[in-house]
């Protein structure tokens, strides 16, 4: 397949606006046997594998974390937000009364 060819291959499949790559794109970017979109596969297979090793990493520390814990039973709070907001407000103690800790988080 010559490279106008592979351009429009990908056009058709959507994925040269991609923003994340499916397996079934991969699989099909596979097909076309490209050196060069090869390369780039290796190294968003790369990028994934960092970008899981770290979510893991923030995913325990969500766990550890007793504020954090409790931010997740808030439906719609994830680990990663949960601990966005704790890194953000800190320690709560510093704030002398209930009223002045709820304006910070508008949550509805």
Known sequence: M??????????CQGCLWCTTFTKGHIEKLKELDDYRI????????????????????????????EMAKLLMTV???GYYLALLIVSEVGDINRFPAREKK??????G
Do not use: W
């Open 2 to 11: 010559n490279s106008q060819a592979k351009y429009t291959f990908l056009l």
């Open 38 to 65: 090869n390369g780039y596969l290796r190294i968003i297979e790369s990028l994934n594998d960092e970008i899981n090793a770290v979510s893991k990493k923030i995913l325990l520390l969500a766990q550890e974390d």
């Open 75 to 77: 439906p719609g709070i």
């Open 102 to 107: 709820v304006p910070l988080m508008p949550l």
